[in-house]
């Protein structure tokens, strides 16, 4: 399929900006029909370090056709990275030596992108290299010290990335610090992935030119089954008194998350790029695609009580292609006290790790970037055209406006970066963020150093839909 024949398509839905009349069925979130599983919360399996040398980590990874119950009882078609859905987690150090034994053992090409690592471009699994069906590749970094932090891995293929997530390619990567300011706790990795099923289980991808294919196109493809690593409506159960760290990954295509804990605040310690300088109290945090967030969950509840993990209404919609029920809270996970008697308190660091400026007195450029429906700078990807330049260990400022209706979430590959203001509004703190959501109307700039790694770099709309039709391109750092 090329992207004309895609754009083609992609023509209707731009015009329909003006129109508000896109038909088409609205998903309905039918809570009855989605029979909870309501399991203990199990996080994905580690992948096995097949190495017994000190400082590498040596993994085997296989993409495959699979057959998994996704919802208790059907049977689905899906792929799955080592037979699992989420993929099994990447844990490393900062420092590692990592070698990852890849195949693709799908009937049409892949790669394996590492979202939000800092290593060569080659490694980086973007759209440049795929790896044919049946082709075995080994990707080989290094683990940046100073990045710990929670990312995740997904494929990236030429238009076929939301299709290959959708069916169950994604997975999570921790990567641990030795001098880790947070005391040692309960940890929970937490993958939160919509999706949608047809009644004999298989995953529903509509026609193309079908009123939900549309609206699908437009908004991005959102399903009504909440998935949490893997589970509906899991059940994390803790103690009073007890501290928990949660690291939150939004591997949904379009879904952004309003992220609210019943009866609870969160004590957000990092996004991104890793932990923060300091914890910030927050009542509730949005999460964007491909967003990581890492919170402190305080057992304050009393013992036998129950509080849900929902996503609050956020309106990151074009009217005419809202959801009936965007406005609804929706339940993902419920936190459970147990009665054991309550947890000796830990003591929480109020500093945790230094994060450097990048000075705006030494950008030596600013790169305008404007986000319409489908395009950037008026554009449609072309692999075959770099759309940005920048010389290696320069330091830029990045501009990017949204002039459309609806939310683009922008990342940016390779690098960290530092988010400057929005709308004008200075960022109060400073943080590494590699994927920023772009509010309708809104503008956000951020500043970025590419400190290492020259070659061919993607930046895109995050939701997966989006990027597939063409909005994204490519910058090269030379
Ligand atoms: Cu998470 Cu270019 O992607
Ligand atoms: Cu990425
Ligand atoms: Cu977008």
Redesign the pocket.
């Known amino acids: 399929m090329k992207r004309g024949t895609v754009f083609g398509v992609a023509l209707g839905w731009l015009s329909s900006f003006g129109v508000a009349t896109v038909p088409g069925k609205q998903i309905q979130l039918n809570r009855a029909d989605v029979s909870p599983t309501r399991g203990a919360l199990a996080s994905p399996r580690t992948l096995r370090n097949l190495s017994s040398r000190p400082h590498i980590v040596e993994v085997s990874i296989t993409a495959a056709p699979a057959r998994l119950p996704l919802r208790p009882g059907v049977m689905s078609d899906v792929f799955a990275y080592n037979g699992q859905i989420p993929g099994p987690t990447l844990e490393v150090r900062e420092g590692d030596s990592v070698i990852i034994h890849f195949q693709n053992k799908l009937s049409e090409p892949t790669t394996v ?1 590492w ?2 690592l800092h290593i060569p471009a080659v490694q980086d699994g973007s759209p440049f290299n795929p790896i044919a069906p049946g082709e075995k590749h080994d990707y080989v970094f290094t683990i940046t010290p100073g990045t710990a932090g929670t990312y995740w891995y997904h494929p990236h293929p030429d238009m076929r990335s939301g299709y290959q997530v959708a069916k169950g390619l994604y997975g999570g990567i921790i990567i641990r610090a030795a001098d880790d300011p947070l005391p040692t706790m309960p940890e929970k990795l937490i993958i939160l992935a919509d999706n949608r099923l047809l009644k004999d289980g298989s995953v529903d991808f509509p026609a193309l030119r079908s009123p939900q294919g549309i609206v699908d196109e437009e908004n991005g493809r959102e399903g009504d089954l909440m998935f949490v690593d893997g589970q509906l409506m899991p059940t994390i159960t803790i103690r009073r008194g007890e501290v928990q760290r949660w690291r939150v990954i939004n591997a949904s295509a379009a879904r952004i998350y309003r992220l609210a804990l019943q009866d609870h605040t969160f004590l957000q310690v990092g996004t991104d790029g890793g932990l923060f300088e300091h914890p910030v109290e927050e009542k509730e945090i949005l999460l964007a695609n ?1 967003e990581r967030v890492e919170f402190l969950v305080r057992g304050t509840g009393q013992p036998g009580s129950v509080s849900l993990l929902q996503t609050l209404p956020y309106d990151r919609y074009a009217p005419q292609t809202r959801p009936a029920d965007w406005n609804h809270p929706v339940d993902l996970l419920s936190l459970k006290y147990s009665t054991e008697s309550a947890a000796t308190p830990v003591t929480i660091p109020t500093t945790l790790r230094p994060i450097p400026v990048l000075d705006t007195t030494k950008a030596t450029a600013t790169k305008v970037v404007t986000l319409s429906q489908g395009l950037i700078n008026g554009r449609m990807m072309d692999m075959s055209r770099v759309d940005l330049s920048a010389p290696l260990s320069a330091t830029e400022i990045w501009e990017i406006e949204n002039v459309v209706g609806m939310d683009h979430p922008f ?1 940016l ?1 390779g690098f960290q970066f530092q988010i400057l203001d929005r709308n004008g509004v200075p960022e109060k703190d400073r943080r590494w963020k ?1 994927t920023v959501n772009v509010p309708k109307h809104e503008t956000v700039r951020f500043i970025v150093r590419y400190n290492d790694f020259a070659g061919l770099w ?1 930046f895109h709309c995050h939701i997966l839909d989006h990027e597939d039709h063409g909005m994204m391109g490519v910058l090269q750092v030379k």
């Open positions: 992108h979202h939000g491909s990342h590959h590699d993607m």
